[in-house]
């Protein structure tokens, strides 16, 4: 912006330095054009700068989002510029997972080996997550909390969290296939899932925000997952939870679930009717590609 003034600053000037204020033959005209010039370069070059900064911007968006959001999610909200800054209330799927006895499993080992296992277990986990087009909200140390639904809802919500579950139960068995064989531990994982009403937005500090949900569905999916101790189960869910997916018109993934009665969680009030996978069962889905169980 400041050389194009500057350009069109020295052209009057050389002009009013040669002709003086006389309007004289072509020079006027030659002036004219040299201004014209001058001024859609200059628009050119503006037009450059704010595409690069609008580049820029889509590629912060995008690296912030992806920390929450799956692939596909992450280009639908950049695509819609949907904003964050308020609060909003909708349903959705909420999703706890957490290894059972981390405590018990890292005593004695290197740091380096322990975080390395906490590395390849958030790994697994984020990967069934993504991969059945769910969001992580935030991890946990050895776990992670993740939803199904916010922002963008679908018809499959309480479906994909449901094959979620299986697929990472079924990865965990994969994991424990390869560690025997290297003479490590097994490991157990305890998923919740509860299906409600939350309230999604930004909170922290100005100089740390954070997207997350909050709500009574969030606090009973994390009852939930706890709660899968005390039953010994793999993965717990409501009875909310599997009337969505027969509201989906998911029968047969439903018939994965026992019925295990209502139970009193620690904060409810109200007993909660509680779900398990059969032990029996399998998700029928392929584990995560890195953890196939192999020969």
Known sequence: MI???????????????VHGFVVDGTAPLRSAVSLVS?????MLVLRNVSA???VKE????RANLARFFSPKIVDQLVDIH???????R??????????????AYSSGKLPDVVISLLRDLLHLLSEAVFSNHGSVDKYLGDGLMAFFGPPLTSPRDATNAAVCALEI???????NQHYTRCDEGTVRIAVGIHYGEVVQGNVGSEKRLELTLVGDTVNIASRVEAYCRTLDASVLVTGEFVEALLAEGSLELAKAFVDEGFHVLRGCKEPIRLFSVRREQKSGQRPVNWLACTP
Request: glycine share 4%; charged share 15%; hydrophobic share 50%.
């Open 3 to 17: 050389t194009g003034v500057t350009c069109a600053f020295l052209t009057v000037f050389s002009y009013v330095l």
């Open 38 to 42: 001058i001024l859609i370069t200059t």
């Open 52 to 54: 690069n900064l609008r």
């Open 58 to 61: 889509v590629e912060r968006e």
């Open 82 to 88: 949907t904003p964050f800054s308020f609060a909003r």
């Open 90 to 103: 909708q349903p959705a799927t909420v999703l706890f997972a957490d290894m059972i006895g981390f405590t």
């Open 169 to 175: 139960v079924r990865s965990i068995e994969c994991w």
